[in-house]
C-alpha cells in the first residue's frame, strides 16, 4: 500500500503521521511538498495537523489554495481516501471536500490535552478497527477546533451517518460534540484530534495505532 502525506510550510505533525502510516503499512509514505503540481501514484493521502502557513487569513485558507491541493481534490473526487488531521480537517472544510467550518475555540484558548472519544459509526472505513460507541483516546492540540455547521447540515451529517467521532468531553465548543465527520462518498475524513501521537505504549498509548492499522486493512 502506498501513503503521501502532504507538507505545507509550518506543518509540525507531517513526520508523526509518516511515521505512524509506515508502522502501518510496512513502507515509509512519499512527503510531498505543498509546492509540487502532482501527487505520486497513492492508495492514501494524509493532510496533517499544524500551523500551515502559520494560520494567517484563517487556520487552511491559504494551504487550501497550494498548488498541490488540485491534485488532491483531484483524487479525492476519484474515491482516493483522504484524511485530514486538526489543520489538515480546517484544509478539507476551506477547500470546499468538506462542509462546515473550525472557529476559535468557545473557551479562546488553546487546548493541549488528550480527549475520550466516542465511536459514533464504525462503518467507515477509518473507524473500522473500533466498535460502534467504543471510547478511544487522542491527544487535541489546537486553538481553532470549534466544529460549527448550520442546523440543515447538522442534521444532514447526523442522518447520514457521517458523524464518526464525537467528544465524550468536548474541549472546544464543537456543535453536537462533533470530533469526526466524513463525505457523503465516506473516502474523506476530517477529524481534530490527533491519532498519528498515540501509536505506541512509548507515547502514551496505542488507539491512533489501531486507527491506522484499521484503516490499512479496510483500504486494503
Not at 487556520?59 to 489554495?65: E, Q, T, V
Not at 498548488?67 to 476551506?94: D, H, S, Y
Not at 467528544?167 to 465516506?186: F, L
Request: glycine share 10%; proline share 5%.
Amino acid at each position: 500500500m502506498k501513503s503521501s502525506v502532504i507538507v505545507f510550510p509550518a506543518s509540525n505533525c507531517d513526520r508523526d503521521a509518516a511515521v505512524a502510516l509506515e508502522q502501518a503499512t510496512g513502507k515509509a509514505p512519499d512527503m510531498v511538498w505543498h509546492g509540487d503540481a502532482e501527487l505520486p501514484a497513492t492508495d492514501l493521502i494524509v493532510l496533517p495537523g499544524g500551523f500551515s502557513y502559520g494560520d494567517y487569513l484563517r487556520s487552511g485558507a491559504m494551504a487550501a489554495r497550494s498548488p498541490i491541493m488540485r491534485a488532491v481534490i483531484e483524487k479525492a473526487k476519484a474515491g482516493t481516501p483522504v484524511i485530514g488531521i486538526c489543520n489538515g480537517f480546517q484544509i478539507l472544510t476551506e477547500a470546499g471536500l468538506l462542509p462546515g467550518a473550525l472557529m476559535r475555540n468557545a473557551g479562546l484558548n488553546f487546548v493541549c490535552r488528550t480527549v475520550t472519544l466516542k465511536v459514533e459509526n464504525n462503518q467507515s472505513m477509518f473507524s473500522s478497527a473500533f466498535s460502534k460507541g467504543q471510547s478511544v483516546n487522542f491527544p487535541v492540540a489546537h486553538h481553532d477546533g470549534n466544529f460549527f455547521a448550520d442546523s440543515e447540515t447538522l442534521d444532514r451529517l447526523e442522518s447520514e451517518g457521517r458523524v464518526v467521532f464525537r467528544y465524550v468531553d468536548n474541549p472546544n465548543g464543537s456543535a453536537r460534540d462533533i470530533a469526526g465527520i466524513v463525505n457523503d462518498s465516506g473516502n474523506i475524513l476530517g477529524m481534530m484530534p490527533h491519532p498519528e501521537r498515540v501509536i505506541s505504549p512509548l507515547l502514551g498509548g496505542v488507539d491512533g495505532a489501531a486507527f491506522f492499522k484499521g484503516l490499512v486493512d479496510a483500504v486494503g
